[in-house]
């Protein structure tokens, strides 16, 4: 009786197998196969910078006093560290299937950096650098490793400029703190002040949606301010004023990079 079921479940298993490949057009497993590789031919489409950007160091913010009307304005002084902005490789098509420019920034010891790092760096005749970020371009004709890149002949005064860097972390806060939340009564016999409240319905749909707005850990985050105006670049210090806050704390780390505007230096499809 064994037997008889197990060739029954055979003969069924084998039936089930052909209509399934029938169905499928008789391709079988070498379908799948063919499936798997159209779908890794799919080009990766990545967004363009407006043009090549250097990284910086932020030192803080001041009052400055515009020469012409008086008026004060709040503005973020940044700085370069030693080694400055170095251009470490040149991305084409034709090498890595893009056009980018890896720039390195902050020379330090050789012994902060592994042999892999000092190899790479040293095929561009730069020096050792802790930082290394790359900006894609649509041409890179103009870019040549080891090649050093001013500030000053990058940008100008009264230029926009997007700031990228990590925000500063506040550690787990509260929702009112975390995302404006108001507070309840303090009074009149209230019992919730900063409670977070209902947070979703009961049987429908009996579950928390996902994306609720609650406590939780707050900044320590990549941000991006978008077209900060450039105040003054002083040569003699090594230093840039940028209107308004930009990501961080005195000391973080930032990317500066021409700011995008459509129509004029980004397409508008």
């Known amino acids: 009786m064994a037997m008889a079921a197990v060739g029954i479940a055979g003969g069924a298993l084998a039936l089930l197998l052909q209509q ?3 169905r499928g057009g008789g391709r079988g497993i070498g379908g799948a196969v063919s499936f798997r590789r159209a779908a890794s031919s799919v080009a990766v489409r990545a967004s363009y910078e407006a043009g090549v950007g250097v990284m910086a160091t932020k030192v803080g ?3 400055y006093f515009d020469p012409e009307t008086g008026k004060p304005v709040p503005v973020t002084v940044v700085g370069f560290r030693d080694g400055g902005n170095v251009v470490t490789q040149v991305k084409t098509a034709a090498t890595d299937g893009y056009d980018a420019v890896q720039v390195g920034y902050h020379s330090v010891r050789e012994d902060k950096l592994t042999r892999p790092e000092l190899g790479h760096l040293g095929k561009a005749g730069a020096p050792p650098l802790r ?3 790359e900006f894609r371009l649509t041409a890179v004709d103009a870019f040549e490793p080891g090649q050093e890149l001013e500030f000053a002949e990058l940008f100008k005064e009264g230029d926009l400029v997007d700031v990228s860097g990590n925000s500063i972390g506040k ?3 509260g929702g009112i703190k975390r995302h404006n939340f108001k507070r309840g009564l303090m009074t009149h016999g209230s019992k919730s002040h900063r409670q977070l409240g209902s947070i979703g319905a009961g049987t429908t ?3 928390v949606y996902k994306g609720k ?3 939780g ?3 320590g985050t990549k941000t991006k301010i978008r077209k900060l105006k450039i105040v003054k670049i ?3 210090l090594r230093v840039v004023m940028i209107k308004g806050a930009v990501p961080g704390k005195p000391g973080n780390l930032l990317r500066i990079a021409p700011a995008k505007i459509v129509g004029k230096n980004i397409p508008k499809n």
Do not use: A, I, S
């Open 20 to 22: 399934k490949q029938q």
């Open 61 to 63: 913010m001041m009052t």
């Open 131 to 133: 930082h290394l970020q």
């Open 171 to 173: 550690g787990f806060q």
């Open 205 to 207: 749909p009996g579950r």
């Open 213 to 215: 707005k609650m406590p």
């Open 217 to 219: 850990r707050m900044g």
């Open 234 to 236: 002083d040569n003699d």
